[in-house]
């Protein structure tokens, strides 16, 4: 299975946070901005950007001196043992972050051995998950997290996938043509979201964006009721500028 998608925003950010991760561990006792920035050659407003974005997510802390350590996520994440379980809780804390931040339920998902399989999820009262009324893993053609892993495949790979899942019609909105399905997943730009408007569930609009590195297909999505779907394009920019923490997890 070969991927068609280009690197994206998320994609770079992971990779410049996995560069200066690489030298905090290197040096136990500690190291400056300044030291960092000159190490990584990131300039200095994408270096605090990153720096924010790591100490929120528990991967480095600052100590006294105002020098950076390895922080508890990293080496829960580091261990061997127990390193599964420290991935989904270091992930559900990301998700849960991101729902409170998006107004939102968020999810991940990968797509693994042909199918599409959402892993994760954060919701809430406010923020009510997806009625699963018809197997994601059927209705890929319907829904954001569907044509966001679809997407990240070759063109092959997508006709065999919808070889073995037909595209029933699950509402008004939904595409049911593979020829059109296939021309609009070719014509989606990687760094633009998906959205569903109401493709799979009537009341719902979903939105997703890719989170994949290397040969693992990912996605990271959000729903919002239908009475707030003035709110979905500008929370679907927001959480395409938010996947940089998923995908770091997923990296490491």
């Not at 790591?54 to 261990?79: F, H, P, S, W």
Request: proline share 4%; glycine share 6%.
């Amino acid at each position: 299975m070969a991927l068609t998608h280009e690197p994206t925003a998320p994609y770079h950010s992971a990779q410049d946070a996995l560069r200066v991760l690489e030298t905090v561990a290197r040096r136990s006792a500690g190291v400056t901005d300044a030291e960092l920035a000159r190490r990584t050659g990131l300039r200095a407003e994408r270096l605090t950007a990153l720096l924010r974005m790591l100490r929120r997510e528990g991967y480095v802390e600052q100590i006294t001196d105002g020098a950076y350590v390895a922080g508890a996520a990293l080496a829960r994440l580091g261990a061997a043992h127990g390193r599964e379980q420290a991935l989904r809780e270091t992930l559900q804390q990301t998700l849960n972050r991101l729902r409170d931040s998006l107004g939102a339920a968020v999810y991940i998902s990968r797509y693994v051995d042909g199918e599409v399989r959402v892993t994760q999820y954060a919701a809430g009262p406010s923020t009510p998950a997806v009625h699963e009324w018809v197997d994601f893993r059927v209705s890929a053609h319907a829904h954001a997290v569907g044509k966001s892993l679809l997407g990240q495949l070759d063109h092959r790979a997508r006709r065999e996938h919808l070889a073995r899942y037909k595209m029933p019609r699950l509402t008004s909105r939904t595409i049911t043509s593979d020829k059109v399905l296939l021309s609009r997943l070719e014509a989606q730009p990687p760094t633009v979201p998906v959205l569903d408007l109401q493709e799979y569930a009537v009341g719902t609009v979903c939105a997703a964006v890719p989170i994949t590195a290397g040969s693992a297909v990912g996605a990271l999505a959000l729903s919002l009721p239908v009475a707030h779907a003035h709110r979905l394009r500008q929370a679907a920019e927001k959480l395409n500028r938010s996947a940089a923490p998923v995908l770091l997890s997923l990296t490491i």
